[in-house]
T-cell receptor, first 117, second 112 residues
């Protein structure tokens, strides 16, 4: 079974531009989460989608947005890029959403490394 | 809020040494606990997990036990290899929540 795929793997943009990142979850997985990884702040949760609905959101400004399609593929968008948005953006998918010890684990993609100049 | 604290690195060990990476957490209720590993240039891979108190997660020679009384989930391995060099993240997921809260990560260097 193919893993989580993210495109593109590397991206260079300039301040003020916008960017769209894509994530294809593992086949059959319906929950997709996004994380930002930086050396200073570590791994921080951006948002989570399940069945095309945003179910959870981290503490990021409104410039960060996302969506999920009916095939569970997800995109995130960052508008008006700032230098501080340079990071590795990780997508993770899981089979189910919610609680309980049998809830499935999140599986991560390789990430998209975004550099803002 | 919920949080994870893990020992800062880098940690440098010789091959075949014993490894411990400390991790403690703060959370209400009964979170699930994870260790993820990130090899250079790659995303995160789940190493092991535990979902209730006293559970022991294990994989590839690594072990961690969910200790509710000390709110800890320390990672151990009896004999490390050069190939274990990576960054290790301790993490939790609160009951009823799908986001994962990560520690800052611990970089591990194993010398041959």
């Amino acid at each position: 079974k193919a893993g989580v795929t993210q495109t593109p793997r590397y991206l260079i943009k300039t301040r003020g531009q916008q960017v769209t990142l894509s994530c294809s979850p593992i086949s059959g997985h319906r929950s997709v989460s996004w994380y930002q990884q930086t050396p200073g702040q570590g791994l921080q949760f951006l948002f989570e989608y399940f069945s095309e609905t945003q179910r959870n959101k981290g503490n990021f400004p409104g410039r960060f947005s996302g969506r999920q399609f009916s095939n569970s593929r997800s995109e995130m968008n960052v508008s008006t890029l700032e230098l501080g948005d340079s990071a590795l953006y990780l997508c993770a998918s899981s089979l189910v959403f919610g609680a309980g010890e049998n809830t499935d684990t999140q599986y991560f993609g390789p990430g998209t490394r975004l550099t803002v100049l | 809020g919920d949080s994870v604290t893990q020992m800062e690195g880098p940690v440098t060990l010789s091959e075949e040494a014993f490894l411990t990476i400390n991790c403690t957490y703060t959370a209400t209720g009964y979170p699930s606990l994870f260790w993820y590993v990130q090899y250079p240039g790659e995303g995160l891979q789940l190493l092991l997990k535990a979902t209730k108190a006293d559970d022991k997660g294990s994989n590839k020679g690594f072990e961690a036990t969910y200790r509710k009384e000390t709110t800890s989930f320390h990672l151990e391995k009896g004999s490390v290899q050069v190939s274990d060099s990576a960054v290790y993240f301790c993490a939790l997921r609160a009951f009823g929540d799908d986001k994962i809260i990560f520690g800052k990560g611990t970089r591990l260097h194993i010398l041959p």
